[in-house]
């Protein structure tokens, strides 16, 4: 059982950056996929970027399109802990963002992730 709490929403301008943090708990976040997906009201839950093992202690990143060059996943496995930097925020960034966590897969299929935050909130003004 992994449990997700994430963290860092919050209301910014346009143009503006927030870093979402989600911490985990676990013995084995290290080999867990994690995923940040965001739903807007109104819409889909739809994937923003996702990290995975890629053997060693190499791990890939994958982005959706409309986010790729403003916003990076990263990972720190000593505190369990899975970040996405936002830079560059733009009005249709607003959404509630859920960290998740894939057991095997991930990537940007939330049908792939077994478990998942409570969500945080992220406002981007005009």
């Known amino acids: 059982q992994v449990q997700l709490v994430e963290s860092g929403g919050g209301l910014v301008q346009a143009g503006g950056s927030l870093r979402l943090s989600c911490a985990a708990s676990g013995r084995t976040f290290s080999r867990y996929a994690m995923g940040w997906f965001r739903q807007a009201p109104g819409k889909e839950r739809e994937f923003a970027a996702a990290?995975?093992?890629?053997?060693?202690?190499?791990?890939?990143?994958y982005y959706a399109d409309s986010v790729k060059g403003r916003f990076t996943i990263f990972r720190d496995n000593v505190k369990n802990t899975v970040y996405l930097q936002m830079n560059s925020l733009k009005p249709e960034d607003t959404a509630v963002y859920y960290c998740?966590?894939?057991?095997?897969?991930?990537?940007?299929?939330?049908?792939?992730?077994?478990?998942w935050g409570q969500g945080t909130q992220v406002t981007v003004s005009s």
């Open positions: 998740a966590a894939a057991s095997e897969g991930g990537r940007g299929s939330p049908s792939r992730y077994d478990y």
């Open positions: 990290t995975s093992w890629s053997g060693g202690s190499t791990y890939a990143a």
